[in-house]
């Protein structure tokens, strides 16, 4: 790794498997227990308001009982460090990132600590249960939801990542399937727009075959050592 100035990120489910938290795809298929589709849709909000928000309340009141691993504070100390671009993209909706220490983060599919007016569209902060019906803040509807993207629903910030990526060196993939777009094609843009890539990942991935290099092991292991070898030669 030479001439490394820009950095991407992308982060999945896999950087918080050793925090013990499941990933969602996991055996059989299932989201602690639910279809992605049950519990992660617009039709699946309409339809059974109740238990999709009991769903969030409950990953939400789990963040409580984690924490941080060695890849979150590896990729944190490497946000303190880096003095040229970089920009750590999160597909999870845990906070364990930004209580490692990281700053330059982006939440693509939103956060569990996040609610969403679907009256007025304005996000805020929101911990604790989040019961169906919930009066908007800021406009008083009773209409807030998880503040978590759906399935069929557009990611945060894509302009800002799209943005990062076409002018990035290396693009780092950490712990995704690559089942799931816009960020499955991440890596597709970045060597379009001449990037080096590499992945870190417990198995081979969807999108493995298009990185220059997949590096396969924990997360725990693999990022810190990574994080290690690009820091040597800034
Ligand atoms: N270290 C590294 N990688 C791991 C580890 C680990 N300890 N444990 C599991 N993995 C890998 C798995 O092998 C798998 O390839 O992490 C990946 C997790 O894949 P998914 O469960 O599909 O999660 P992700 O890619 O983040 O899902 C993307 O799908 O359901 C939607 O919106 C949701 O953000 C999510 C998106």
Excluded at 27 to 52: F, I, Q, Y
Excluded at 121 to 145: E, F, K, V, W, Y
Excluded at 160 to 167: E, L, N, P, T
Aim: proline share 5%.
């Amino acid at each position: 790794m030479h001439n490394i100035r820009n950095i991407v990120v992308l982060t999945g489910a896999g950087v918080s498997v050793e925090s013990g938290i499941a990933t969602f795809r996991g055996p059989g298929g299932l989201w602690e227990g639910h279809r992605v589709e049950d519990v992660c849709t617009p039709e699946a909000l309409r339809a059974d308001p109740e238990l999709v928000h009991r769903f969030y309340d409950l990953r939400r009141a789990a963040l409580k009982q984690v924490a941080p691993n060695a890849a979150h504070f590896a990729l944190a100390a490497l946000d303190r460090a880096w003095k040229d671009e970089l920009l750590i993209v999160t597909q999870n909706v845990d906070d364990l990132h930004e209580r490692a220490g990281t700053q330059r983060l982006l939440h693509m599919h939103g956060a569990l600590q996040s609610a969403l007016c679907a009256e007025c569209g304005i996000r805020t902060a929101h911990d604790g249960p989040l019961p169906p019906a919930t009066l908007c803040t800021t406009c008083g509807a009773p209409a807030l939801r998880p503040g978590i993207v759906f399935f069929g629903e557009m990611p945060y910030s894509m302009d800002r990542i799209g943005d990062a990526i076409g002018s990035c060196d290396l693009f780092v993939s950490i712990g995704t399937s690559g089942a799931v777009y816009p960020a499955a094609g991440f890596v597709e843009w970045a060597n379009d727009c001449g990037a080096a890539t590499l992945e870190l990942n417990l198995e081979r991935s969807g999108g493995s075959d298009q990185f220059d290099a997949s590096r396969l092991g924990l997360a725990s292991e693999l990022v810190p050592a990574w994080v290690a070898e690009v820091l040597a030669q800034q």
